[in-house]
């Protein structure tokens, strides 16, 4: 039987994986809140904003001392994220502007494989070792092992999250894009400028993507694989809810913590590795009881 | 209403508000609209009707900049171009409801209307985002403004109800009370009173005279009710096959053979 003590720590590794997830579906989050779409983009963005941020140090640190390096190489990925939104907005979503949810999705589908290829063109498909200068080894704290780059990571999801919250609550940006993922046409009559409005979401997405990317890149190193840890954010959106911010770090909690207590418990029952399905199927139980999540907004429609 | 806004919307008492001029759309080879032209006035009621498919829609879609149209111009308030987009339409005041209703229906009836006051923000983001400064008083005018137009449509009930789970006529409403936030010089409204009963109607025929009157805009409507039409309009336009085929007062519209013969399909 595990003592209390290993369940608290179990408990408080999952809880970090779980922010890491966090910071993954909240580009999701971001970009459905806006337009109604569901990005299947974000794992390429993630791949392509950490991938933008290796190269960029290594051109900043040959340059300089490493700490401007550092915030060099982030702010000139940035400026590239932004560059990559605008692109977005101009050759994918401004011609497909008024077309129905669908295709939209597919046409991120199409943008994964271009961003992948492209990126596999600029960069091959070796492993790029990422260095946030934070040192791996964990703190101990009464026995407790926290790893420093989850913790950081962690402090990283929360801080994103609540000023995003804010944003979207009390800016008049914030509000437009509420509008606009509701209603198109509706939005674009009350003056909203509905381009300028999906670079600024699909920049900011890209801003959740590089620091999912910076994260996932110095725990794993930076690899195509990194596009898969997206998946992970699906079960997360379904249980906080596909329209709600907060909800992205409830999600990522619950099921960082009882997929880790899952592995621990039901684990050597079932022979173990339960970990690699058991959101999926956290996931799929909340879609019978609350299709809309924990937090989303209920949506109504009058037959 | 202030002194103020007042005098603004009443300045251009006389000549045209908005002026198409020889002004034709078409999709592929279907032709929607051929060589428009008309104008609307300041502060008057001016109605656009004709069978269906006469591209009535497609002429407030220009106006308002959904369409760019490939022939003409659009003059508004004395600026001539030959495309006026979404933004510069409702930057320059022009408002509009839809015929099968836009609104943001997860939100409710407050932050519906409140929407159309995006456009009259003037504090930075960060004052926004941190609730201070120029934001906070802003928000206590946006309030106010929106309440007199809650009171005024009479929808103060259901200030928190989302719109998506009202009916069908108090829906219209609010959709007119946005566009109403928006302080319009030109409101356009398609088809006002489509699905409405009786007393809807009558309720919605009130709200549009008295928008005239207190809020000074001018308005042009699609309806198909010509009843009302005739009660409401000051001019009328007719289209028939994306053509004008009559303009005038409504008596002289009534009277007119191509308009009878477009509407009772009599053979010319």
């Not at chain 1, 290796?54 to 940035?78: H, K, Q, S, Y």
């Not at chain 1, 699906?234 to 909800?247: A, D, E, K, Q």
């Amino acid at each position: 039987m595990p003592t209390p003590f290993f369940v608290l720590e179990v408990a408080l590794s999952g809880l970090l994986a779980g922010l890491l997830y966090s910071l993954v579906a909240l580009g999701f989050v971001l970009i459905y809140k806006a337009s109604g779409v569901f990005n299947f983009a974000q794992g390429a963005l993630v791949l392509l904003a950490a991938l933008v941020f290796v190269r960029a140090t290594e051109i900043f640190d040959a340059m300089g001392p490493a700490t401007v390096g550092f915030w060099a190489a982030l702010l000139a990925t940035m400026a590239v994220m932004v560059l990559v939104a605008a692109a977005i907005e101009r050759f994918l979503l401004r011609p497909l502007v008024n077309q129905p949810p669908i295709t939209l999705f597919m046409a991120t589908i199409g943008l994964t494989f271009l961003i992948e290829g492209i990126s596999q063109m600029i960069w091959g498909s070796r492993v790029y070792t990422l260095d946030l200068g934070i040192p791996d080894e964990p703190w101990i704290i009464h026995g407790l092992y926290i790893g420093k780059i989850d913790l950081f990571a962690a402090a990283v999801a929360i801080a994103m999250v609540i000023a995003l919250a804010v944003f979207f609550q009390f800016t008049r940006i914030g509000r437009a894009l509420r509008a606009v993922s509701d209603d198109h046409q509706a939005a674009l009559s009350i003056g909203i400028p509905l381009n300028f409005i999906w670079v600024v979401v699909w920049s900011l997405a890209g801003m959740a993507a590089l620091f999912a990317g910076l994260v996932w890149g110095a725990k794993l190193g930076v690899q195509f694989s990194i596009s898969v840890v997206a998946l992970k954010a699906l079960p997360v959106l379904i249980l906080g809810g596909f329209t709600s911010i907060p909800g992205v770090i409830v999600g990522g909690i619950l099921i960082g913590v009882s997929e880790k207590l899952a592995e621990v418990f039901v684990g050597p029952v079932v022979g173990g590795a339960i970990e690699s399905w058991f959101a999926y199927v956290l996931a799929l139980a909340v879609l019978l009881v609350r299709p809309q999540g924990l937090f989303g907004e209920k949506i109504i429609e009058r037959v | 209403m202030t002194p103020a806004s007042a005098a603004a919307h009443a300045a251009p008492a006389t000549g045209t508000i908005l002026k198409l001029d020889d002004v034709s759309l078409s999709f592929g080879g279907i032709k929607a609209v051929q060589g428009v032209t008309f104008d609307i006035r300041p502060s008057e009621i001016r109605a656009i009707i004709g069978p269906n498919g006469a591209g009535k829609s497609s002429v407030l879609n220009i106006i308002n900049g959904f369409y760019r149209p490939q022939r003409g111009t659009i003059t508004f308030k004395g600026r001539a171009r030959s495309y006026m987009s979404p933004y510069e339409a409702a930057r320059g005041g022009v408002a509009r409801t839809f015929q099968n209703i836009a609104l943001f229906k997860g939100m409710t009836t407050l932050d519906n209307i409140l929407s159309g006051r995006l456009l009259k923000v003037r504090s930075s983001v960060f004052e926004q985002a941190l609730q201070v400064g120029r934001a906070v008083r802003e928000e206590l005018d946006q309030r106010q403004h929106v309440e007199r137009i809650l009171d005024f449509l009479e929808i103060e009930h259901i200030r928190k109800t989302p719109v998506g789970q009202l009916p069908y006529g108090l829906q219209k409403r609010v959709e007119l009370g946005r566009a109403l936030a928006m302080e319009p010089d030109l409101l356009l409204l398609d088809e006002p009173m489509a699905g409405m009963n009786l007393e809807e109607k009558e309720d919605m025929c009130r709200f549009i005279l008295d928008v005239r009157e207190e809020f000074g805009a001018a308005i042009a409507l699609i309806e198909h009710d010509i009843g009302v039409v005739m009660d409401l309009s000051d001019r009328i336009a007719v289209l028939e096959y994306g053509r004008l085929i009559a303009d005038g007062a409504p008596e002289q519209v009534r009277n007119d053979p191509a308009v009878i013969a477009a509407y009772l399909g009599a053979k010319r």
